[in-house]
T-cell receptor, first 116, second 111 residues
């Protein structure tokens, strides 16, 4: 069964460093998403991406964040200058939209980001 | 502020019983609703979705939607210890695909 994959599973970085989290969405999906979950808290939407551009972003997704689909398979989230509060689990998701719009989202296993 | 509310639990049921999980949402215009299961330290795993008022059954799971009351529920019949997890209710708020999650209900099924 097709699944979303993410690398690395765990990333440790120093505050102020840049990190890139990588995702390979399900191959025939067209919508891509990033969510994060701080330990013990809700899953929070960060950004959605379709047709090589951002569809929607949350207020969390400030200028320190960017997303890119560098080729036909990868989808990346870059954090330019990490802060302690960026420590969280980051989930990539993808969906194959129905005719009426975005549909069921399938999540990858996540990348645990620890900022020291 | 669009919100999704769930009782955080823990909800404890004996093995074989029916577990009932509830969720309310604030945006009356919402059309699509999802239940995910999340084991500790893992990612959300889709259980089922529901778009229309009424019940939708899939194996031991039944989702119920009442748009007038802005209420979604998930029933798990014949609960098993392996069902012990946190259950996340999620609401799709627009065509851009933004899912808003509740805080999750922790379910514990006792053997």
């Amino acid at each position: 069964e097709p699944e979303v994959t993410q690398t690395p599973s765990h990333q440790v970085t120093q505050m102020g460093q840049e990190v890139i989290l990588r995702c390979v969405p399900i191959s025939n999906h067209l919508y891509f998403y990033w969510y994060r979950q701080i330990l013990g808290q809700k899953v929070e939407f960060l950004v959605s991406f379709y047709n090589n551009e951002i569809s929607e972003k949350s207020e969390i997704f400030d200028d320190q964040f960017s997303v890119e689909r560098p080729d036909g398979s990868n989808f990346t989230l870059k954090i330019r200058s990490t802060k302690l509060e960026d420590s969280a689990m980051y989930f990539c998701a993808s969906s194959e939209p129905r005719l009426s719009g975005a549909d069921t989202q399938y999540f990858g296993p996540g990348t645990r980001l620890t900022v020291l | 502020q669009k919100e999704v509310e769930q009782n955080s639990g823990p909800l404890s049921v004996p093995e074989g019983a029916i577990a009932s999980l509830n969720c309310t949402y604030s945006d009356r215009g919402s059309q699509s609703f999802f239940w995910y299961r999340q084991y500790s330290g893992k990612s959300p795993e889709l259980i089922m979705f529901i778009y229309s008022n009424g019940d939708k059954e899939d194996g031991r799971f039944t989702a119920q939607l009442n748009k007038a009351s802005q209420y979604v529920s998930l029933l798990i019949r014949d609960s098993q210890p392996s069902d012990s997890a946190t259950y996340l209710c999620a609401v799709l708020y627009n065509q851009g695909g933004k899912l808003i999650f509740g805080q999750g209900t922790e379910l514990s099924v006792k053997p």
